[in-house]
């Protein structure tokens, strides 16, 4: 019985049909690895824009929340302050760590459009056309003396009066029948550029940091990276009902506004710009502007760019639990 192979013709033929069917399947693996590596950086600038948001939330909805004390905000008339910190953040008058103007209110909430790197004093590295914020309150919930830390302030509350000092238990006080002992916070947030290695190479990436108050002074940490630009709008209630009637700018706002003698803060609108890491290898450069917020356009900032970065916007309203309120929220 006689056996026959395959014609060169038929090979020819069976190669054409494998080459065929082996780039069909390299084809879809490759698309299926671009596109599992695009969602990845969606996903990643999702997870970030929403975890700096969320951190950004529960410090500024806090502003201006002073346990028990019943003043509307810190003075020094009622309020024993320690001496100023070493490299304290402030601009302008009654705006540092603590209170120390018998004139003016004391301001827990400040912000400030960056010209320059230098922001506000404490501020030396901060990026340009971008926002700070600046603010203070007290932790909500208040604490023993026995669980004071060293390396923080805090502030005992006696109604209509109060104390400020760093702990630990015994640089504070025994605490009275009527008074109670609460964490002092004073942060400031901003954009900066870091280094940070990738493999082999180094990339420049956007961070968004916070300067912290701690009782040896200020610390600089990293929150998120990521953060392209930041931006805050505030919420000012004009004719005291207790209700939004115009937002500001940080340019806009004046002295006696972030005083808030004659407007309450009731809320912050904020604007994130995230950005990836890298550039993606997947895309193709092209110009793309992003709106920061802003009613008219003098007031918007308007941000475009031509590169591979992929980018996106967040934005939230954070209503101040205690903005214009006498009795404070927990």
Known sequence: MKQFGFTLIEMMIALVVGAFVLSGVMFIYISMKETTGDTLEIGELQESGRLAMDILRKDIELTGFWGTYYGSTLDVANVTVPAAPSGDCFKGTNNGSFPNDPITN??????VTTTTSSAINCISSAITNSDVIQIKHLDGQRISIANSLSNQYYFMSKYNQGSLSAGTSANIAPLSPNASLWGYSHHAYYI??????????SIIVPVLMRKRLTANGFTTESIMEGVENLRFLYGLDVDGDNRVDTYKTAVQMSDTDWQQTTVNILTVQIFLLIRAFEESANATASTKTYVLGGDTEANQRKLSFNDKYRRALFVSTIHLLNGGDQGWRL
């Not at 004391?106 to 912000?111: M, V």
């Not at 550029?193 to 990738?198: C, F, H, W």
């Open 106 to 111: 004391f301001i827990y909430i400040y912000g």
């Open 192 to 201: 900066s550029e870091q280094t940070y290695s990738l493999g082999s190479k």
